[in-house]
Nanobody, 124 residues
Framework: QVQLVESGGGLVQAGGSLRLSCAASGRPFRSYAVGWFRQAPGKERAFVAAITRSGGSTYYGDSVKGRFSISRDNAANTVYLQMNSLKPEDTAVYYC?????????????????WGQGTQVTVSS
């Protein structure tokens, strides 16, 4: 069992930055790849970014490439999502999720454990 807690969300103006954190407890965090997803009101949950267990590979959704960066600190049991050049369309609840698998990172069905989410609101 892995417990995930997101933090760092908030209200920011367009063009600003936020850094989200996903803190894990339970089983060894290094055994899990981690992804970030987001869900805006009235929309389906969408893939944002993912990072492999070692941190050696990262993946991004097309809408955030070049603006968001995912990283992890296994010693601190934490994954980060640095979000720069934020746009109003980035407004959503952001969730982190963990999977023991080594593939299928863009598919939310791949993930076994989910956090409760953190709200990000970008004003124009």
């Amino acid at each position: 069992q892995v417990q995930l807690v997101e933090s760092g969300g908030g209200l920011v103006q367009a063009g600003g930055s936020l850094r989200l954190s996903c803190a894990a407890s339970g089983r060894p965090f290094r055994s899990y790849a981690v992804g970030w997803f987001r869900q805006a009101p009235g929309k389906e949950r969408a893939f944002v970014a993912a990072i492999t267990r070692s941190g050696g590979s990262t993946y991004y959704g097309d809408s955030v490439k070049g603006r968001f960066s995912i990283s992890r600190d296994n010693a601190a049991n934490t994954v980060y999502l640095q979000m720069n050049s934020l746009k109003p369309e980035d407004t959503a609840v952001y969730y982190c999720a963990a999977t023991p698998l080594d593939y299928g990172f863009t598919n939310d069905q791949t993930y076994r454990y989910w956090g409760q989410g953190t709200q990000v609101t970008v004003s124009s």
